[in-house]
């Protein structure tokens, strides 16, 4: 091998070598984070409708604007600084400079003079809105106002109410309006005093765009028009039940428990009681709030106050209902039992323990003399108020104890001669 081969051979491998780094680090190079390059919201400026109104040698144009914004919030842009103008005369003549998410009709009125300015223009940013004789006639043009829930549960209904007026000439009072969510089938509802109501179904989790379109009837010389409006659908978080945890007697609350089946997303109810044979202010506290369960919470408590109850009160119940869910509702409400009212413990024929105490019980009367030990019945007992035979038993006992039989027999003597003598 000549040293020319050599060299070339050596200049070969360096070669192949960093061609093979830099092909390594190609990569590497190319997944370097590109910055984010922020979104500007979109501020379309509309021209709902003109009305020429000739005064002579003045023909007054009244010019109703709406506008249509992508923003997810509120976009402020000042009128006459640049970005909201009119393009001639005046750049600020009352203007919206407020923008709300979705699109929006009737928003401001100007009042132009025709013959001087017979073409102008309102421009947001980039986007121009002619304001001239092409625009449509406010006798002939509407508007549509959506009213739906920003956010819902998927697969959940709903009610979407579409408005239908004339701008400057009042309602709508016929033809008809298609919701449609996503550009998908629309839902026809005819118009009934300017208003169209629809229940739909809330699409799969994610953010949709629910579009209300109004169609005139024919013959009507009404043009159409349409609105839109972002809808959130959420995963459904599970139905609500609630229950009642068991009262004993003598409990100064009754706990009841408001869950779902699953813990995805927050949900929340309204919870309210009710009489049933128990009654609030006597027997329970009335009470009624909201109960939000966060997302990862299934299940949170309610204490209900009961006030003490009377003894002898009868069993009773009443009702936890729940309403205004933001989710479905499995079981809406609970029964909640009280126990009967328990009457004191009855007083021990001696007292209380250690006192020595006699417990007189209610309707029974004592005897005028000391009460007899032996049983109200005993046929040994002294009538007519005599020393009962159980007192001469106690004093036999004594004299048992000092003098013995001599005692007793004295003492039997004695009554012997009592009672022949009586």
Same mark, same amino acid.
């Given at each position: 091998?000549?040293?020319?081969?050599?060299?070339?051979?050596?200049?070969?491998?360096?070669?192949?070598?960093?061609?093979?780094?830099?092909?390594?680090?190609?990569?590497?190079?190319?997944?370097?984070?590109?910055?984010?390059?922020?979104?500007?919201?979109?501020?379309?400026?509309?021209?709902?409708?003109?009305?020429?109104?000739?005064?002579?040698?003045?023909?007054?144009?009244?010019?109703?604007?709406?506008?249509?914004?992508?923003?997810?919030?509120?976009?402020?842009?000042?009128?006459?600084?640049?970005? /909201?103008? +009119?393009?001639?005369?005046?750049?600020?003549?009352?203007?919206?400079?407020?923008?709300?998410?979705?699109?929006?009709?009737?928003?401001?009125?100007?009042? $132009?003079?025709?013959?001087?300015?017979?073409?102008?223009?309102?421009? $947001?940013?980039? &986007?121009?809105?002619?304001?001239?004789?092409?625009?449509?006639?406010?006798?002939?043009?509407?508007?549509?106002?959506?009213?739906?829930?920003?956010?819902?549960?998927?697969?959940?209904?709903?009610? &979407? *109410?579409?408005?239908?007026?004339?701008?400057?000439?009042?309602?709508?009072?016929?033809?008809?309006?298609?919701?449609?969510?996503?550009?998908?089938?629309?839902?026809?509802?005819?118009?009934?005093?300017?208003?169209?109501?629809?229940?739909?179904?809330?699409?799969?989790?994610?953010?949709?765009?629910?579009?209300?379109?109004?169609?005139?009837?024919?013959?009507?010389?009404?043009?159409?028009?349409? *609105?839109?409006?972002?809808?959130?659908?959420?995963?459904?978080?599970?139905?609500?039940?609630?229950?009642? /945890?068991?009262?004993?007697?003598?409990?100064?609350?009754?706990?009841?428990?408001?869950?779902?089946?699953?813990? *995805?997303?927050?949900?929340?109810?309204?919870?309210?009681?009710?009489?049933?044979?128990?009654?609030?202010?006597?027997?329970?506290?009335?009470?009624?709030?909201?109960?939000?369960?966060?997302?990862?919470?299934?299940?949170?408590?309610?204490?209900?106050?009961?006030?003490?109850?009377?003894?002898?009160?009868?069993?009773?119940?009443?009702?936890?209902?729940?309403?205004?869910?933001?989710?479905?509702?499995?079981?809406?409400?609970?029964?909640?039992?009280?126990?009967?009212?328990?009457?004191?413990?009855?007083?021990?024929?001696?007292?209380?323990?250690?006192?020595?105490?006699?417990?007189?019980?209610?309707?029974?009367?004592?005897?005028?003399?000391?009460?007899?030990?032996?049983?109200?019945?005993?046929?040994?007992?002294?009538?007519?108020?005599?020393?009962?035979?159980?007192?001469?038993?106690? $004093?036999?006992?004594?004299? +048992?104890?000092?003098?013995?039989?001599?005692?007793?027999?004295? $003492?039997?003597?004695?009554?012997?001669?009592? /009672?022949?003598?009586?």
């Amino acid at each position: 091998m000549t040293r020319l081969s050599a060299h070339l051979r050596v200049a070969c491998a360096v070669g192949g070598a960093a061609l093979a780094a830099l092909l390594g680090a190609a990569p590497a190079a190319l997944a370097q984070p590109v910055p984010a390059v922020p979104v500007i919201p979109v501020v379309t400026p509309l021209v709902d409708c003109v009305q020429d109104a000739p005064l002579g040698a003045v023909t007054a144009r009244t010019v109703v604007l709406g506008y249509r914004s992508t923003a997810e919030a509120p976009v402020t842009i000042p009128a006459g600084a640049g970005d /909201n103008d +009119l393009t001639s005369g005046a750049a600020d003549r009352g203007q919206p400079s407020t923008f709300l998410p979705g699109e929006h009709h009737g928003v401001a009125l100007l009042t $132009i003079d025709a013959q001087v300015e017979p073409a102008l223009g309102w421009r $947001i940013r980039d &986007a121009v809105a002619a304001i001239d004789a092409s625009a449509p006639a406010c006798t002939d043009a509407t508007v549509v106002t959506l009213s739906a829930p920003a956010s819902t549960e998927a697969g959940r209904s709903f009610v &979407a *109410t579409a408005a239908v007026s004339r701008l400057l000439m009042g309602v709508a009072d016929s033809g008809s309006v298609g919701f449609a969510v996503d550009g998908g089938a629309e839902t026809i509802v005819a118009v009934a005093g300017g208003v169209a109501r629809a229940d739909l179904t809330a699409p799969a989790a994610g953010a949709h765009t629910l579009v209300a379109r109004y169609i005139p009837a024919d013959g009507s010389g009404l043009r159409p028009s349409s *609105t839109s409006a972002a809808l959130t659908t959420v995963v459904a978080s599970g139905p609500l039940s609630v229950a009642a /945890n068991s009262v004993v007697a003598g409990s100064t609350s009754a706990i009841v428990v408001v869950s779902r089946a699953t813990t *995805t997303g927050e949900a929340s109810v309204d919870y309210v009681t009710a009489d049933g044979t128990a009654r609030a202010g006597s027997d329970y506290s009335a009470a009624s709030g909201t109960v939000v369960l966060a997302d990862g919470v299934r299940e949170a408590k309610v204490r209900i106050s009961l006030p003490p109850r009377a003894a002898g009160s009868p069993a009773a119940s009443f009702f936890v209902l729940l309403q205004r869910a933001s989710t479905s509702v499995g079981s809406a409400s609970a029964t909640v039992w009280l126990p009967a009212g328990t009457a004191p413990a009855a007083a021990s024929a001696d007292g209380p323990a250690g006192t020595g105490a006699v417990a007189t019980v209610a309707g029974s009367s004592a005897p005028d003399g000391p009460a007899s030990a032996l049983p109200v019945a005993d046929p040994t007992a002294k009538a007519d108020g005599a020393a009962g035979q159980d007192l001469l038993l106690l $004093i036999v006992g004594a004299v +048992l104890s000092v003098g013995g039989i001599a005692g007793v027999v004295s $003492i039997i003597r004695g009554v012997t001669l009592k /009672n022949e003598g009586g």
